[in-house]
């Protein structure tokens, strides 16, 4: 970020412009996915279920830390679908999970993620509890919500062209990119940035850990993309 951003306004047109850039830079970078070897694309599948784990314990930590209110009553409710709202088998890493099965990942393979990327996770929720509670709105409201999406969408746009993919459509379960690439997401970082709003509204001495956690998150997610590309595809995106 080149300014701090020193009023609402000023903090939108940040946000805008990164989820643009964001759109742009994803969009670049998944335009190889239809390329992979399959064995390359479940590696590069397997890889995101580890961001899904760690987004829920942060999220829980994000709003056992927020004050009553607007945005902790919506954190909340989000924080309660991910985790099937009562029912484990409806948990987002748990529907992932099936989604990586149906497409021929062995069970054996889903518990080991890049190191670089666990040291990423980690730095997350260590900057979560270090950091004001604003400061973590924008690391894990914002950048969960808004970024993710984002991120998600162009990646199925891409994977869902991929010729293994195309050729066993029906039988792969894809639920989770029903819920994370549908409307529901869409409305969910709608409900989130207008809330968000709303918490600066009613405290606008918050802006600068908010820009500065959601500066934070947009480093962070680009880097662990980027690495899981130069794990799964090198050559691929060297040649592109």
Known sequence: MQE???TR???????????????????QRMRILPSLDIAD???????YRFFTIDYITDLALLVSRLPFGGL????GQILAEELGEGDPARAHPTVYDRFLASIGVDERDIEH?????????????????RNPVAYGVGLRGMGGECLCQTYLSVMFDHMRTHPYLRANEDRI???FWTIHTGEEDI??????????????????????ELARGYERSISAWNLFWQNILDAHAPRLEVAS
Request: aromatic share 8%.
């Open 4 to 6: 701090q951003p020193t």
């Open 9 to 27: 306004e000023q903090f939108w047109r940040f946000a805008d412009a990164a989820k643009e850039a964001t759109e742009a830079l994803a969009a």
């Open 41 to 47: 694309l479940r590696g590069f599948c397997v890889q």
């Open 72 to 75: 902790r009553s919506l954190l």
């Open 113 to 129: 993620p890049l190191p670089a990327n666990a040291r990423i996770l980690q730095g997350l929720t260590r900057d979560m509890t």
């Open 173 to 175: 379960d894809w639920e």
């Open 187 to 208: 409305v969910h970082g709608e409900l989130t940035r207008a809330a968000i709003d709303e918490y600066l509204r009613q405290d606008p001495s918050v802006l600068p």
